[in-house]
């Protein structure tokens, strides 16, 4: 059993409000509803979620119109922007243009300023090395 005492994030709050037919912002407010964030505050986040996403004119239509790239860097955006205690990535960082990366680099350093945990999924052994605090193991049982 796990006891977490914080609010966690992740990518999948995000994949599963999605819904196509909503805008941008309306999913960004329903993925804030759906990890129970007072509407409020998801309201004033909104520009700065939009903002780092990035994703130009198509935030205010509906999502059918986004790229797989630009869900994610929505469900990048909105994941990061709610000030997680611990935040999950699973290979989310490996999307998107280079200056996203870059710009997603940045984001996941503040919060690791900030005394926030994350977990991070990853095949790239450069964000390992590059991120990791705490000396971990990665040998499997059995090897």
Not at 26 to 40: P, Q, T, V, Y
Request: with cysteine; aromatic share 6%; glycine share 8%.
């Amino acid at each position: 059993m796990i006891q977490v005492d914080g609010h966690i994030s992740s990518l999948s709050p995000w994949e599963w409000a999605s819904t196509p037919i909503l805008s941008g912002e309306d999913n960004i407010r329903l993925a804030g509803a759906f990890m129970g964030i007072d509407h409020k505050v998801m309201e004033d986040r909104l520009p700065g979620i939009v903002e780092f996403a990035d994703i130009g004119e198509f935030h205010p239509r509906p999502d059918q119109g986004l790229l797989v790239g630009m869900r994610a860097r929505l469900g990048f955006a909105i994941a990061t922007s709610v000030e997680p205690d611990i935040l999950l990535l699973d290979e989310v960082l490996a999307t998107g243009d280079a200056a996203f990366r870059e710009k997603s680099k940045r984001r996941v350093l503040e919060l690791l300023g900030e005394a926030r945990a994350i977990v991070l999924v990853t095949h790239d052994m450069t964000w390992v090395t590059e991120y990791c605090t705490r000396p971990c193991c990665s040998r499997r049982a059995g090897s």
